[in-house]
């Protein structure tokens, strides 16, 4: 049975508190946004609470997303992987609390010391020849050579393990061929991709006698010549036994 009196309606906030409950929010957001997104997503850290609580670092990932496996004979039969590297590939990792950041990947450990070796060599006309370095995998070679006149040649190798099939035969891989035009001279750093033997063939294709000077440093056990189809395991010049660099007064840079 109804008494005849309405329910009061219900007490609604103020202006003013709905206004200062809008401020607090905005500026709740603001800290929130400056504190903890920016650090995060941006790598922006005003406030620094991105490098105390390692924020930064998240915005410093480049990592891409892995790739899903592809499933293959190979993976369900494995074979022993060389681990050894063959190539450099300097990735910047930063420091988390604000230090010089690392550099890595920027060298190969090799097992010994460098050889040195330099020659000077003559070859006739119509005559062609061979030098090349015994290495192993990942080791590194520095080489300069220059000729009196253009010199058409490759650089090749021969690994040691041949790929199945080339079993038994003369079977090799080019890095660089000219042979029609070539060149009067090459400068590089070459890492041996495979153990093996890895050089140059020269020819004098002119009527004339071009001299070739060859210096090379690196990490080779010998040096192997084929020259008038005679092979000769050559001798590379011990580094330490030449003569140390002349005393001479330093000069101040700055």
């Given at each position: 049975?109804?008494?005849?009196?309405?329910?009061?309606?219900?007490?609604l906030p103020s202006l003013r508190r709905l206004a200062t409950a809008t401020v607090i929010a905005l500026l709740t957001a603001v800290v929130i946004l400056v504190a903890f997104v920016l650090?995060?997503?941006?790598?922006?850290?005003?406030?620094?609470?991105?490098?105390?609580?390692?924020?930064?670092?998240?915005?410093?990932?480049?990592?891409?997303?892995?790739?899903?496996?592809?499933?293959?004979?190979?993976?369900?039969?494995?074979?022993?992987?060389?681990?050894?590297?063959?190539?450099?590939?300097p990735v910047l990792v930063t420091s988390p609390t604000g230090e010089a950041p690392t550099m890595k990947d920027t060298f190969i450990a090799q097992r010994g010391r460098f050889q040195f070796?330099?020659?000077?060599?003559?070859?006739?006309?119509?005559?062609?020849?061979?030098?090349?370095?015994?290495?192993?995998?990942?080791?590194?070679?520095?080489?300069?050579?220059?000729?009196?006149?253009?010199?058409?040649?490759?650089?090749?190798?021969?690994?040691?393990?041949?790929?199945?099939?080339?079993?038994?035969?003369?079977?090799?891989?080019?890095?660089?061929?000219?042979?029609?035009?070539?060149?009067?001279?090459?400068?590089?750093?070459?890492?041996?991709?495979?153990?093996?033997?890895?050089?140059?063939?020269?020819?004098?294709?002119?009527?004339?006698?071009?001299?070739?000077?060859?210096?090379?440093?690196?990490?080779?056990?010998?040096?192997?010549?084929?020259?008038?189809?005679?092979?000769?395991?050559?001798?590379?010049?011990?580094?330490?036994?030449?003569?140390?660099?002349?005393?001479?007064?330093?000069?101040?840079?700055?």
């Amino acid at each position: 049975m109804s008494t005849g009196q309405t329910a009061a309606p219900p007490h609604l906030p103020s202006l003013r508190r709905l206004a200062t409950a809008t401020v607090i929010a905005l500026l709740t957001a603001v800290v929130i946004l400056v504190a903890f997104v920016l650090p995060a997503e941006y790598g922006i850290d005003p406030l620094r609470t991105g490098r105390a609580l390692g924020l930064t670092n998240l915005a410093n990932a480049t990592e891409p997303a892995s790739k899903p496996a592809v499933v293959t004979d190979a993976a369900v039969t494995p074979k022993a992987a060389d681990t050894t590297k063959t190539f450099l590939n300097p990735v910047l990792v930063t420091s988390p609390t604000g230090e010089a950041p690392t550099m890595k990947d920027t060298f190969i450990a090799q097992r010994g010391r460098f050889q040195f070796d330099s020659r000077d060599i003559t070859l006739a006309p119509g005559e062609g020849m061979e030098i090349k370095y015994n290495m192993k995998k990942g080791a590194g070679l520095v080489y300069s050579w220059t000729a009196s006149a253009t010199l058409p040649f490759e650089f090749h190798g021969e690994p040691d393990v041949k790929p199945t099939g080339k079993e038994g035969t003369d079977y090799y891989e080019s890095y660089e061929l000219d042979d029609k035009k070539g060149k009067s001279e090459s400068h590089g750093t070459f890492l041996a991709p495979s153990t093996g033997i890895h050089g140059w063939f020269w020819e004098n294709k002119t009527d004339k006698p071009i001299t070739l000077k060859l210096v090379s440093s690196g990490f080779f056990d010998w040096i192997s010549q084929n020259r008038k189809n005679k092979h000769t395991a050559l001798t590379p010049t011990d580094p330490y036994s030449l003569p140390s660099h002349p005393t001479i007064p330093d000069a101040v840079m700055r």
